[in-house]
């Protein structure tokens, strides 16, 4: 497992931009796919986005497809979520999630995941 530590959230109105940070300690960062996932209250947690080990594979719920950009640098253990055209539909606490398999992160049942980073975009 890795320990995961989100940043980068605020408030923000909406058609403004974001970007998260997950930072990663673990000398096995580079071999995990990343996710993004969200929860918005009293919903269930979402997937967002998640990137392979090599950023080869990127992938995007179809709610953020064209707004938002995973990427990843594993020189630094960090994966990145770039937040574009915010819309009040996208306030959610955003967590950081890992793990060796791609399908497992992407169903959230990563092993690894952050506290979270509040998310909110005002109309």
């Known amino acids: 497992q890795v320990q995961l530590v989100e940043s980068g959230g605020g408030l923000v109105q909406a058609g403004g931009s974001l970007r998260l940070s997950c930072a990663a300690s673990g000398r096995t960062f580079s071999s995990y796919t990343m996710g993004w996932f969200r929860q918005a209250p009293g919903k269930e947690r979402d997937f967002v986005a998640a990137i392979s080990w090599n950023s080869g594979n990127t992938y995007y719920a179809d709610s953020v497809k064209g707004r938002f950009t995973i990427s990843r640098d594993n020189a630094k253990n960090t994966v990145y979520l770039q937040m574009n055209s915010l819309k009040p539909e996208d306030t959610a606490v955003y967590y950081c999630?890992?793990?060796?398999?791609?399908?497992?992160?992407?169903?959230?049942?990563?092993?690894?995941w952050g506290q979270g980073t509040q998310v909110t975009v005002s109309s």
């Open positions: 999630a890992a793990d060796p398999s791609n399908r497992a992160t992407m169903l959230g049942r990563a092993g690894s």
